[in-house]
């Protein structure tokens, strides 16, 4: 009970400091994605690419985890990256269906993504792998992610040797290594406020690929 009432008595909504002009946001979303990210970077909003993705499989067990957006594009599509053998990559083979979540908590700002998922042109997905750092391709070229860990130490000295690899040949492409696309038919753009009258601006895309926008409760 302790920590329950320590829960209960946080402060939440901290970052309610902007006032938005919500008459001119136009209506392609991705521009104010972009706004909003300009923003968020200059209030020097810590990792503000960095993003929940979930996906489920088709008996509706669901998974998480925070990855990078990698680029949206003037169609409002958005880019992310990982391994089609872990879990996520696996459900979206199953299930080619994903929710995105920015959480800018500097900012009380949330933007939330959802549609279907296309995997990438292969070699998009090895341009992609070529571009990430040394410490990010020796673990992803491992290729264990999620599985049963002995130890730490064991994880440390796989991905010496695979840096030991990339050394000798920087070429080193994990096959697995896709880069996906989500194609929204909802963005979600959420100001928090702590009079908890938050303001919700959701743009839809119909079947001519077209947007349309519309203001939702809080």
């Avoid at 209030?43 to 008996?59: F, G, H, N």
């Avoid at 992310?80 to 920015?102: D, M």
């Avoid at 492409?173 to 928090?192: A, H, M, R, T």
Wanted: proline fraction near 3%.
């Amino acid at each position: 009970m302790e920590y329950s009432k320590k829960i209960k008595e946080l402060k939440v909504l901290q970052g309610d400091k902007l006032k938005l002009d919500w008459e001119n946001v136009g209506n392609n979303p991705s521009k104010l994605f972009y706004k909003w990210l300009d923003i968020a970077i200059n209030y020097e909003v810590i990792e503000p690419q960095a993003m929940v993705l979930a996906t489920a499989d088709t008996k509706g067990f669901i998974t998480s985890r925070v990855l990078l957006v990698r680029h949206v594009d003037e169609e409002s599509n958005f880019y992310f990256s990982t391994s089609k053998a872990n879990p996520a990559g696996e459900q979206l083979s199953e299930n080619p269906n994903a929710s995105l979540n920015f959480y800018w908590k500097e900012l009380s700002q949330q933007i939330i993504v959802s549609g279907r998922v296309e995997k990438c042109h292969q070699t998009d997905s090895i341009d992609d792998f070529k571009k990430r750092s040394i410490g990010s391709k020796s673990i992803c070229l491992v290729q264990k992610q999620s599985q049963l860990l002995e130890n730490i130490q064991t994880m440390h000295l796989a991905v010496e040797e695979t840096q030991k690899e990339l050394k000798s040949n920087p070429d080193l492409i994990n096959p697995n290594w896709s880069l996906f696309k989500v194609i929204p038919d909802k963005i979600e753009f959420f100001q928090g406020r702590k009079t908890r009258m938050h303001e919700r601006l959701v743009f839809t895309r119909n079947s001519n690929n077209e947007w349309g926008r519309n203001f939702i409760w809080a």
